[in-house]
């Protein structure tokens, strides 16, 4: 079990990591202008294996654009876990994680608006955008076998 939290301290989870499904590094430009970083690291997690632990009522989200919220803490401002269906499926910015996943990114999605400075240079698939059916589907697989599902 990992545990997670905002800046102040205020927001509080667990996750239970050896079901994470994925480590992403996603390099569109919501991402990079709200982190001021290259990209966000994102944890997707299924929502069963996320709980919260103190300040879920400190949530607060902004629709960066149509139907993509993001999630942050209202007293902070550190972007926080996020979900559009929080009985499916929990995505977490790995900057909030207080423990290792020791799972590390698989993949870099949104690669065609990347940062112009930033050199990708991480040997994991790159996506100009989504990634096809294909590749989730095939991780799907490997976090199936791995969580004996």
């Known amino acids: ?17 050896e079901y994470i499904f994925v480590i992403n590094n996603c390099h569109c430009a ?33 629709e960066s654009s149509p139907g993509n919220h993001r999630a942050f803490c209202k007293v902070c401002g550190s972007r926080a876990p996020q979900s559009p269906n929080w009985d499916e499926r929990v995505t977490i910015p790995a900057g909030c994680l207080d423990g290792d996943p020791k799972l590390r990114p698989a993949v870099n999605i949104f690669t065609a608006s990347k940062a112009p400075w930033h050199t990708i240079d991480e040997p994991i698939p790159s996506f100009d955008d989504h990634p096809p ?9 490997e976090w199936q076998k791995r969580v004996g599902g």
Request: net charge negative; proline share 2%; with cysteine.
């Open 1 to 17: 079990m990992i545990e997670g939290s905002c800046l102040c301290g205020g927001m509080k989870f667990e996750i239970d990591e």
């Open 30 to 62: 919501n991402c990079r202008k709200v982190s001021g970083a290259a990209y966000g690291t994102f944890v997707q997690i299924p929502a069963d294996h996320f709980r919260w632990l103190k300040g879920r009522d400190l949530l607060s989200t902004y």
């Open 133 to 141: 059916d294909a590749f989730w589907l095939s991780t799907f697989a």
